[in-house]
């Protein structure tokens, strides 16, 4: 899992604010940074996306134009922006590739990792009526919800 944008630095703070941990028959990292007013505000429309996977340069970026999210308009008061933009931080990954040019990638899916992780996988496969979208994570991955995208959790839908 080196492509992954983390440290051992980010899993010991994870693993520290999370009730879970490591459970035992699981093999992959776990991504279980959690924070209630993330949860609350950021999985209305889809999952609430592990913090870990995007840099701390897109969760900024993100949070700064939640008015035009995707096409929708997901925006939040200061106060509450101001509570999730340090936890997202915090917990970003350590992005290589993805965010040394100018602008940094809001799409999970969009990173190098993302692509090269899913290689594998055809056009015709994320078109599916059962997945519809790469960003739908638990179509496939099915403990996506507890931040685990290990290998023996995955089951791509018909
Ligand atoms: C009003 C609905 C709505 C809310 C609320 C919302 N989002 Fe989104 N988000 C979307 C849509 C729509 C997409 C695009 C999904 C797609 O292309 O299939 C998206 C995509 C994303 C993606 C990119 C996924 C990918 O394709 O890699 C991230 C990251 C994301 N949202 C983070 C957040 C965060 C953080 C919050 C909370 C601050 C949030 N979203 C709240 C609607 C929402
Ligand atoms: C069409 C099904 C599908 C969807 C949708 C999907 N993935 Fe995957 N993902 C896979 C497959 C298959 C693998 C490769 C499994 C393996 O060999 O480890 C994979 C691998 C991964 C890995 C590496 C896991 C490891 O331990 O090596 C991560 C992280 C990951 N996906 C995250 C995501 C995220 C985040 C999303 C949503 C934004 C997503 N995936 C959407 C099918 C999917």
Redesign the pocket.
């Known amino acids: 899992?080196q492509v992954?944008a983390d440290d051992d630095e980010h899993e010991g703070r994870e693993r520290s604010e999370s009730h879970e941990g490591r459970d035992g028959g699981t093999k992959?990292?776990m991504l279980t940074a959690t924070n209630a007013t993330f949860q609350a505000e950021c999985s209305a429309c889809h999952m609430a996306?592990p913090p870990g996977?995007l840099s701390a340069a897109s969760w900024k970026e993100m949070m700064g134009t939640l008015d035009k999210h995707f096409d929708t308009d997901a925006s939040l008061d200061e106060a509450t922006i101001a509570e999730i933009l340090p936890f997202l931080e915090a917990n970003a990954g350590t992005s290589r590739k993805a965010d040394s040019g100018a602008k940094p990638v809001l799409r999970?899916?969009e990173t190098g990792w993302?692509k090269h992780?899913?290689d594998?996988?055809s056009p015709a496969?994320?078109k599916r009526d059962s997945?519809k979208s790469?960003?739908?994570?638990m179509?496939?991955?099915t403990s996506?919800d507890k931040g685990n995208?290990?290998?023996d959790n995955?089951r791509?839908p018909k």
């Open positions: 899992m992954l992959g990292r996306y996977l999970i899916t993302f992780e899913h594998e996988i496969t994320w997945i790469a960003s739908n994570c179509a496939c991955h996506a995208f290990d290998e995955v791509i």
